[in-house]
């Protein structure tokens, strides 16, 4: 600790390097906390304690092959099944293409699985009642001007209507709260249309069915209920798979894409250029100051502390860019998710991130310290002060 | 006077690639204790050569020299460190300052090395530096002294730690007429009052005057020389 002022002057001698150095080392744990938070994010879906009594079951084959509506009445009477319905993927659009809705036609008793999400008794009984009814997310209904009594014309990316035509009407009919407002994001963009209602107006859907949700009465009794569901369709035209709905969302996004390996390789790439910069910065570094090191040695620093003392100097750097660059990934974070009118709903920079970000700091600055500080501490003092 | 440093039959050979150069050969030399010595010499003969050996910077090739009783040639890098650290002070023709620090820190410097409270280490530097009469620069960094007042500063950072030797390369070799008096009599006044031993190397015959007596090297070797 009595060196700190040693290593803090020798990392701002040549002021605008380190600082060009510092901004890009911030530059890279800024991306690094964002990426995380999206990594984390993924990871978390269908993390909670309702999606743990949540079994989905969908075709073994693809998530774009559908089964059959009678699957419904074989499911109920698996043991330890309390509920279960289905839905499909109706693939909306407002307005403009671009404007996708997270949109699913569902029966009815869909929302009784979601304890999640919250609707009014009322606006309940009219979504049952009105065919062409529509409930909404709260936030969707914001970014749109929805209100409870809206007509409003809905395409739909994939299903034609009778008349071939891919436009839609939906009365809206209620709004859905969720209540748990952190993992809420995806209820808060949901659009739900009744089954029924998609199934007898487009062609392309006969009695068939994207996947069903099943409600488990025992937690711990999941896996046998997954099983015996699976058994049902064994060895049929439709066999099924049926997963957790946590698993379900991993799979589900790991076929969109693997965020894991996406994050991975992009943060691989920028910390091998930051290794490649800070490592020619602290070499620099280390050159420039060959004859001070020798004065050092030769006042009697031995060459274990003056190999210390560079090492430090370079996990300082990496540490005071990083925890600048994590810092403010946690200040952008969330007005990032705020702005994106809860599309986006990051958790922060977590603990984890953390750890993990100071971890690498740690690690990148040893490493990067490594060969200039051999350097230093090889450094012959008589050689080094006669300029040689 | 008690002998300080006793060098016996001491030669020390570089290797350049397969070339062998012999810099000193076989020197004898006894140094008293306070003594001021001034050593001089055509460039090349090996007189920095023979500084780095007495201050401990490097190891003889062959022969023995001892300080005080303790025998150098014998010592490894981190023994020698330690022995630099409490016994030689060095200074160095281009000063050889820390140019982040203020005289100050850097007077502080080899008192990083003992165990001194930071207080006390503050105290040490600025006694050291009211001793070269540059108390009232202690908060400047180097940039903003002369080459004089950078020497003295060098001066302070040497004395700090109270060593009993002090081994100085040329250093007046960068300075003015003016700027080199006061630092000479600055070493005059270490030795004599403060009983310093001093080993000086320089190749300014008015430099050398100051010291109590000089020692001629030529290619290596030690020539007597009657003194000027
Ligand atoms: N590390 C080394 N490797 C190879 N040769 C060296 C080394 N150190 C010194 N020499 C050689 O030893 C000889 C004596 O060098 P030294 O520096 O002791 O001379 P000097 O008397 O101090 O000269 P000057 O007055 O120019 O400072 C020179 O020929 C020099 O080139
Ligand atoms: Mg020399």
């Not at chain 1, 003056?306 to 750097?317: F, G, P, R, T």
């Not at chain 2, 500084?51 to 022969?63: E, Q, R, S, V």
């Not at chain 2, 020698?80 to 140019?99: D, E, I, K, T």
């Not at chain 2, 250093?171 to 000086?200: C, F, W, Y």
């Amino acid at each position: 600790m009595k060196y700190l002022h040693l290593i803090w002057a020798a990392l701002f001698r040549r002021k605008a390097r380190t600082i060009l150095t510092l901004v890009s080392i911030v530059a890279a744990f800024l991306l690094f906390g964002m990426l995380d938070a999206v990594r984390t994010s993924f990871d978390q879906a269908g993390q909670s304690a309702n999606g743990a009594q949540r079994l989905q079951t969908g075709s073994r084959l693809s998530f774009i092959q559908t089964l059959p509506q009678s699957l419904e009445a074989q499911i109920a009477q698996v043991p330890g099944v309390k509920m279960v319905t289905y839905a499909n993927w109706f693939g909306g659009a407002y307005q403009d293409p671009h404007n996708q809705v997270f949109s699913f036609a569902v029966e009815p008793n869909y929302i009784d699985l979601y304890p999640e999400i919250e609707v009014s008794p009322a606006e309940r009984k009219a979504f049952d009642e009105t065919r062409t009814g529509a409930l909404v997310g709260e936030k969707l209904a914001q970014r749109f001007h929805w209100k409870v009594g809206d007509k409003i014309p809905m395409q739909s990316t994939i299903f034609p209507n009778r008349e071939g035509s891919k436009n839609w009407t939906f009365d809206i009919v209620g709004i859905m709260h969720s209540k748990d407002k952190k993992a809420g994001g995806f209820y808060d963009q949901m659009f739900l249309l009744h089954w029924k209602y998609f199934d007898e107006t487009t062609p392309y859907n006969r009695g068939q069915v994207g996947w069903y949700v099943t409600r488990v009465a025992d937690v711990n009794q999941a896996d046998r209920v997954a099983r015996a569901i699976d058994a049902i369709s064994a060895n049929s035209d439709h066999e099924t798979r049926t997963q957790t709905e946590q698993a379900a969302t991993a799979s589900w996004m790991k076929q969109l894409a693997d965020i894991g390996l996406i994050v991975g390789s992009i943060m691989g790439a920028v910390f091998f250029t930051l290794v490649l910069l800070s490592g020619n910065t602290m070499m620099q570094a280390v050159r420039e100051r060959t004859s001070e090191l020798a004065v050092l040695k030769t006042i009697g620093f031995s060459s274990a502390s003056v190999l210390a003392m560079v090492l430090a100097e370079s996990v300082l750097l990496l540490l005071l860019g990083g925890l600048i660059g994590l810092g403010l990934a946690a200040l952008i974070i969330p007005a990032v998710s705020a702005g994106s009118g809860g599309m986006l709903n990051l958790p922060g920079v977590g603990a984890g991130s953390w750890l993990l970000g100071l971890l690498l700091m740690v690690a990148i600055g040893l490493l990067v310290g490594a060969l200039p500080a051999l350097r230093a501490m090889r450094l012959n003092i008589v050689d080094a002060l006669a300029g040689r | 006077m008690n002998t300080l440093i006793e060098i016996r039959d001491l030669s020390k050979v570089y290797e350049r690639g397969r070339q062998k150069v012999e810099v000193l050969h076989h020197i004898n030399l006894d140094i008293a204790q306070g003594d001021f010595l001034a050593l001089m010499g055509p460039s090349g003969s090996g007189k920095t050569t023979l500084l780095n050996l007495i201050g401990g910077l490097d190891t003889p090739t062959g022969g023995s020299i001892g300080v005080a009783g303790q025998r150098l040639d014998q010592m490894g890098a981190g023994a020698l460190a330690r022995w630099r650290a409490s016994h030689v002070g060095f200074v160095f023709q281009f000063y050889n300052l820390m140019p982040m620090l203020s005289a100050q820190r850097n007077v502080e410097l080899p008192l990083l090395l003992t165990k001194l409270s930071a207080a006390q280490r503050k105290k040490n530097a600025t006694i050291a530096l009211q001793l070269v009469g540059l108390a009232d620069r202690a908060s400047h960094k180097p940039g903003e002294l002369s080459g004089g007042q950078q020497q003295r500063v060098a001066i302070a950072r040497a004395i700090v730690s109270d060593p009993t030797l002090l081994v100085c390369d040329e250093p007046t070799g960068d300075l003015d007429r003016q700027s080199a008096e006061e630092v000479l009599g600055l070493l005059r006044t270490l030795n004599r009052e403060h009983g310093k031993t001093i080993v000086m190397v320089t190749h300014d015959p008015k430099a050398a005057e100051y010291a109590n007596h000089t020692l001629h090297l030529d290619k290596g070797t030690l020539v007597e020389q009657a003194a000027a």
